[in-house]
């Protein structure tokens, strides 16, 4: 191991490898600890590499990190010399309630006053365009801004190029503590060794209250498990390869919302997402509620994935599934909004997690912004309301 770096990553998923690329990039000595044996092992191995625009809330801080990061997406392979198979695939957002029509007219309206090129369909129309599309759907919004990458590949990318600028990646790596001296972080202590560092950016996911706690700190942040479906290769798509149920607009960014719904789908956070890779593959997403670290996949969420899927895509029903799986994403229960910040106390920390099920969608612009913070102290967007300082006059105790 390394005695000295200028800046140690903790944690090896893709807002890590990100931060990793970008501070390397610039010139810092960067050393990322990850606990695991591999990379991508977190939610970002459990992410079906969506890119969205339209499904975000046009009032949310949110918005324009994510168009900045699709930005930055668009020339990303070429820019890390490794292919992440991104594409500009654009976004159907469908909706199988009549009731919704009002509510996805607004947020046309609303978007379109935030310059996304974005516009409203009926079913029928929706349906001559794309005729695996279900005859519940009533209505949708198309837009093609939104894209699609592989989250694996993203990840290992960012690595690769973090290690040609010189960064270190240490595997299989326990924490044991974070050593702090006249409120200046100092070192990590690990299984390995000690290391010295002058800052140490926690980009730990789901598991980041441990990391906070090392320095005496609550980071409000706890698991959301999020449960996929994959299909065998099917014929590609005639128009849209990434598909959305409306109802994920509430049910991903209302969590707590969500659990208080009488409709056990909604309260386990069940709203149909399809995505189509190159492979031929679906994706058939997803799902988010509050299980603590169980990552099993279970009957009840895939029965309710399944039903809902055949609302929107039924052709999908007589395909074969060949797989299942579950991830955990980190959610930060107080507002649901990320945290991309430096602290007060202790000098030296940072930390970029909460991303919930955004952490691929936002992985480029994250790195940059932490980049931004620990090599010229300010950064090229606003980023106050994504600050660890907001929860200052908040409750953070989680439930």
Request: with cysteine; proline share 4%; aromatic share 10%.
């Amino acid at each position: 191991m390394n005695k000295i770096a200028d800046v140690v990553v903790i944690g090896g998923g893709v807002i890590g490898c990100s931060v990793a690329y970008h501070l390397a990039k610039r010139g810092a000595k960067v050393t990322v600890l990850e606990k695991r044996e591999g990379l991508c092992f977190g939610a970002s191995g459990s992410n079906q590499g969506g890119v969205p625009v339209s499904l975000f809330l046009p009032e949310s801080p949110l918005l324009e990190l994510i168009r900045a990061s699709i930005t930055l997406y668009k020339s990303l392979s070429q820019e890390i010399g490794y292919d992440i198979e991104y594409q500009q695939s654009g976004l159907l957002v469908c909706s199988v309630d009549e009731k919704q029509y009002p509510y996805l007219e607004k947020h046309v309206q609303e978007m379109q006053r935030k310059g996304v090129d974005i516009r409203l369909l009926e079913g029928d129309e929706i349906r001559k365009l794309e005729p695996i599309i279900g005859y519940d759907v009533v209505a949708g919004t198309e837009e093609w801004e939104s894209g699609i990458v592989n989250p694996f590949k993203v990840t290992h990318g960012l690595a690769y190029a973090a290690r040609k600028f010189g960064a270190e990646f240490i595997l299989t790596t326990k924490i044991y503590g974070i050593e702090v001296k006249e409120n200046r972080i100092t070192s990590v202590i690990t299984d390995k060794g000690k290391l010295a560092t002058k800052f140490i950016v926690a980009t730990t996911g789901a598991w980041s209250l441990e990391i906070g706690q090392m320095v005496g700190l609550t980071i409000p942040v706890r698991p959301q498990r999020g449960q996929v479906i994959v299909t065998e290769p099917l014929p590609l798509n005639k128009r849209w390869n990434y598909i959305n149920d409306a109802d994920y607009l509430n049910i991903a960014f209302n969590a707590d919302e969500a659990g208080n719904y009488e409709n056990q789908r909604i309260k386990l956070g069940v709203a149909g997402n399809y995505i189509q890779k190159d492979t031929g593959t679906w994706t058939i997403g997803s799902s988010r509620d509050f299980a603590g670290y169980d990552n099993q996949v279970t009957m009840e969420t895939t029965n309710y994935l399944v039903k809902r899927m055949i609302q929107f895509i039924p052709k999908l029903k007589d395909s074969n599934f060949i797989r299942m799986y579950a991830g955990l994403r980190p959610f930060c229960y107080p507002d649901g909004l990320p945290i991309i910040s430096e602290v007060d106390n202790p000098s030296g920390f940072l930390i970029a997690t909460g991303h919930a099920g955004e952490g691929v969608t936002l992985a480029p612009i994250t790195g940059k912004l932490i980049s931004e913070l620990i090599t010229e102290k300010k950064t090229s967007l606003p980023i106050d309301a994504f600050r660890f300082s907001r929860f200052k006059d908040m409750e953070t105790e989680a439930d």
